[in-house]
């Protein structure tokens, strides 16, 4: 097979300068409108397996227990941090001081050896669990400056 008029191509030449010049474009567009933003409810949380064994490996610090009962309803019924019931207008603001009396806290770095298991019933409302982890975890002062109490929370399997 011949192919005809070889000597009659067409020379086919990009302009790369125009296509560079989009992409910078597009790269300082992206980053000048790129904003950071902190991460959002990263917690040390360990969920049980579906086969929890019951052993745990003792440690030095005593595990905090939390308890958390709902009414037939999904609402928090009762708010318990080891034998003490926590009641009142705001039960989660008294976890939060009881938490930090019990860590010592005074703005300074939270407790790593500390841990706190999270008992709650299965038809609990899930943001009373959440309420409750904030409670335990940490919080914000009036300068803006986090402050980290636990940072060892898990939840105990369902029985």
């Known amino acids: 097979m011949k192919i005809r008029n070889t000597s009659h191509r067409e020379v086919v030449s990009l302009q790369m300068t125009s296509m560079i010049d989009i992409v910078f474009q597009l790269l300082v567009f992206f980053v000048f409108t790129f904003k950071i933003v902190l991460p959002e409810g990263d917690f040390n949380i360990r969920m049980p397996s579906a086969t929890a064994s019951q052993t745990t490996q003792p440690t030095e610090t005593p595990l905090l227990k939390v308890r958390l009962r709902a009414a037939p309803s ?86």
Do not use: C, W
Request: hydrophobic share 35%; charged share 25%.
């Open 74 to 159: 999904g609402e928090l019924a009762q708010l318990q941090l080891g034998d003490v019931v926590l009641d009142g207008e705001a039960p989660f603001a008294q976890l939060h001081l009881e938490i930090r009396n019990l860590v010592g806290d005074s703005g300074g770095p939270g407790s790593t050896e500390q841990e706190v298991e999270i008992e709650a019933d299965y038809d609990l409302k899930y943001r009373y669990a959440m309420n409750a982890i904030t409670a335990i975890t940490g919080y914000v002062d009036d300068n803006g400056e986090q402050h980290k109490l636990v940072e060892r929370v898990r939840f105990a399997p369902l029985p």
